[in-house]
DNA sequence: CCACATCCCGCCGGAAATGGGGAGTTCATA
DNA sequence: TATGAACTCCCCATTTCCGGCGGGATGTGG
């Protein structure tokens, strides 16, 4: 298996296209003989990037009927660190329920497996691998091949990054110590006047400071500016 | 190595004190043969949580003199998703410099690696490895080892986040599907009146939200709110 | 040395957000 | 079926923020 996960890797390595990726996907489930294959990076929009087996009727409903924003698989994998297994799942509400169903009816498989990635900038992506199989069964799969996962959908966003800087490149503007010290303190939930204060300069010159990194982050106010410093990295809370 | 690896991962996963933690980089300086292993988690108030091999004079140090705000790892790692190899970062700011030069003054090696993994709610930490090395037998040892620390990273980790929920469990609120897309408006730099346009729903209305999330959050203000609710992973822009 | 960035301070008018209050509907789950 | 949570709408007075304008002092890097 190690050198066939190996060529599995460099045909990821390689990708430098959609189809590409979407090659990688079948080749990993041609490995791993498993159902379905996908990556797909998720943020507020939906889907904006991403690659797998299922069937087109499905990730077209999937997307008409909104599941995303109730998609067990979804939430639960970004409220956790760990790969999920989906029977772990909390799949108590009734919208999650007829989804499932509505699933198994395109032919997705009853097991699934969900590696959660995180990049830089809350960026957000799952490696999903599915499957029709005994519950048993499947976490011994699991056992076997957990770790691998983790190295390949790694090794997924990683291209999937590149491949999204390649279209945009994205300047992260840098802030001054006092631009960051501003930005920090609104973040806290300082207003201005506490925030001046905490800083030992007066009201107007920490706007200046603010107005300043709205500028530099191309914010419209200054809850924007806060949301992009803390997105793109630039201040943690 | 694949054996002895297996048997650190072991470790990693029984540690239930920081001690334990302590042990955990102790025995993977011992196994990799490497000066320092450090992994520490960050946020703005510092290191939240963090064990590791660095003489206590450069712990000490690095905190008072602030150079966590300025720590070219630190902040390169948390710009990028892959592993750094710490001659890549930028220490081109001369305070960036300074502190390279202290490090060395406090018994560091001159070559660095580190991984950083991220967990949910915004959640980063840093999994180190320092060495005292030429570049090239630097770069070969990345090379060979740079899978199977990520693999360590993820586990020092995965149990860090388990020591931390058993402290202090963390109530992530749960906010309501218009709540949250009000926060995710917001933090798209919408003003209230757009943000409503965008909901379709009056202004009035989408205040309701705004002070519900800010409750449920226990934020001090909209720009708090949205900080907050960005940094829980709650939203992604 | 000069330029550029950073750091600090001030004023103004208009626009927007805040923090209270109340009141009705729908929907799911218990 | 009832309880609670979510969703929708409205008013008012006060505070805060916004986006310009102006100025000067102090550094570091080329």
Same mark, same amino acid.
């Given at each position: 298996?190690?050198?066939?996960?190996?060529?599995?890797?460099?045909?990821?390595?390689?990708?430098?296209?959609?189809?590409?990726?979407?090659?990688?996907?079948?080749?990993?489930?041609?490995?791993?003989?498993?159902?379905?294959?996908?990556?797909?990076?998720?943020?507020?929009?939906?889907?904006?990037?991403?690659?797998?087996?299922?069937?087109?009727?499905?990730?077209?409903?999937?997307?008409?009927?909104?599941?995303?924003?109730?998609?067990?698989?979804?939430?639960?994998?970004?409220?956790?660190?760990?790969?999920?297994?989906?029977?772990?799942?909390?799949?108590?509400?009734?919208? /999650?329920?007829?989804?499932?169903?509505? &699933? *198994?009816?395109?032919? +997705? @498989?009853?097991?699934?497996?969900? !590696? =959660?990635?995180?990049?830089?900038?809350?960026?957000?992506?799952?490696?999903?691998?599915?499957?029709?199989?005994?519950?048993?069964?499947?976490?011994?799969?699991?056992?076997?091949?957990?770790?691998?996962?983790?190295?390949? /959908?790694?090794?997924?966003?990683?291209? &999937? *990054?590149?491949?999204? +800087? @390649?279209?945009?490149?994205?300047? !992260? =503007?840098?802030?001054?110590?006092r631009?960051?010290?501003a930005?920090?303190?609104?973040?806290?939930?300082?207003?201005r006047a506490q925030a001046a204060a905490d800083l030992s300069i007066s009201e107007h010159t920490l706007r200046v400071y603010i107005e300043?990194?709205?500028?530099?982050?191309?914010?419209?106010?200054?809850?924007?500016?806060?949301?992009?410093?803390?997105?793109?990295?630039?201040?943690?809370?």
């Amino acid at each position: 298996m190690g050198n066939r996960l190996e060529r599995l890797l460099d045909s990821v390595q390689a990708a430098t296209t959609l189809e590409d990726f979407q090659t990688a996907t079948e080749k990993t489930r041609a490995l791993y003989r498993v159902r379905h294959v996908v990556y797909h990076w998720v943020n507020s929009e939906g889907e904006r990037f991403g690659a797998g087996t299922y069937p087109d009727a499905w990730v077209d409903r999937y997307l008409a009927q909104d599941y995303l924003r109730m998609d067990p698989v979804i939430f639960g994998c970004f409220q956790r660190f760990t790969p999920a297994n989906w029977k772990d799942l909390d799949w108590s509400s009734k919208p /999650a329920r007829v989804m499932l169903h509505d &699933a *198994l009816d395109h032919g +997705l @498989g009853n097991q699934g497996y969900s !590696v =959660p990635v995180r990049g830089p900038n809350g960026q957000f992506a799952l490696f999903t691998l599915n499957h029709e199989a005994e519950d048993d069964v499947w976490a011994g799969f699991i056992a076997r091949n957990g770790r691998d996962l983790m190295i390949l /959908a790694h090794e997924f966003n990683r291209k &999937a *990054l590149e491949f999204e +800087l @390649g279209e945009a490149a994205q300047t !992260v =503007p840098s802030l001054s110590p006092r631009e960051l010290a501003a930005m920090r303190a609104l973040a806290m939930g300082k207003s201005r006047a506490q925030a001046a204060a905490d800083l030992s300069i007066s009201e107007h010159t920490l706007r200046v400071y603010i107005e300043s990194a709205r500028h530099k982050l191309g914010a419209l106010n200054t809850t924007h500016a806060v949301a992009r410093a803390l997105s793109s990295g630039l201040i943690i809370v």
